[in-house]
T-cell receptor, first 111, second 113 residues
Framework: SQTIHQWPATLVQPVGSPLSLECTVEGTSNPNLYWYRQAAGRGLQLLFYSVGIGQISSEVPQNLSASRPQDRQFILSSKKLLLSDSGFYLC??????????FGSGTRLTVV | AQSVTQLGSHVSVSEGALVLLRCNYS??????LFWYVQYPNQGLQLLLK??????LVKGINGFEAEFKKSETSFHLTKPSAHMSDAAEYFC???????????FGSGTRLLVRP
């Protein structure tokens, strides 16, 4: 069966520090992968999506970047975190029948 | 461009009462529509989806939604609310050409005992 793993679950980082969030998918090949952010009291904002290794599309200008070094691995990064980067980050992959399966999320607090 | 509007950021119902969460979409092509539920500090779980088959879609946990093209709506309903239904609900539309999922702003459902 297909599963999606996201870690860490919770992260507290100081302003100006780097960030690396990882997402991996099991049980499928060549998935479409997505990073969403959910800020407090707001909906879900699509940050990046990838249709294949090394292929990244950015949806909004920001302090973050994404990479896809392997078929089933999607990484969200930042060189220097800002307070405004705080939020709940969700990784997702697009499964058969046009549904999306989400990871359990990472709560990032920048202090 | 496709978009989704969820009317009401908060909906409060009594336990046992009807749940109605509203969603209207904008799309120039036949859309794929979804409802997701999110419990605190968790990811999103798919409740149901419409993919141009039957207009009345049944999902998990007793929820269902009806696609109405004439009203561009995809409202979520449940005949009788349970305390465990308290969560945030998101409507979403699939921007098919690029496989992006566009979400509404969400509706928080409160269930009163």
């Amino acid at each position: 069966s297909q599963t999606i793993h996201q870690w860490p679950a919770t992260l507290v980082q100081p302003v100006g520090s780097p960030l690396s969030l990882e997402c991996t998918v099991e049980g499928t090949s060549n998935p479409n992968l997505y990073w969403y952010r959910q800020a407090a009291g707001r909906g879900l904002q699509l940050l990046f999506y990838s249709v294949g290794i090394g292929q990244i599309s950015s949806e909004v200008p920001q302090n973050l970047s994404a990479s896809r070094p392997q078929d089933r691995q999607f990484i969200l990064s930042s060189k220097k975190l800002l307070l405004s980067d705080s939020g709940f980050y969700l990784c997702a992959w697009r499964s058969v029948g046009y549904g999306y399966t989400f990871g359990s999320g990472t709560r990032l607090t920048v202090v | 461009a496709q978009s989704v509007t969820q009317l009401g950021s908060h909906v409060s119902v009594s336990e046992g009462a009807l749940v109605l969460l509203r969603c209207n979409y904008s799309s120039s092509v036949p859309p794929y529509l979804f409802w997701y539920v999110q419990y605190p500090n968790q990811g999103l779980q798919l409740l149901l989806k419409y993919t141009s088959a039957a207009t009345l879609v049944k999902g998990i946990n007793g929820f269902e939604a009806e696609f109405k093209k004439s009203e561009t709506s995809f409202h979520l309903t449940k005949p009788s609310a349970h305390m465990s239904d308290a969560a945030e609900y998101f409507c979403a539309v699939n921007q098919d050409s690029s496989y992006k999922l566009i979400f509404g702003s969400g509706t928080r459902l409160l269930v009163r005992p």
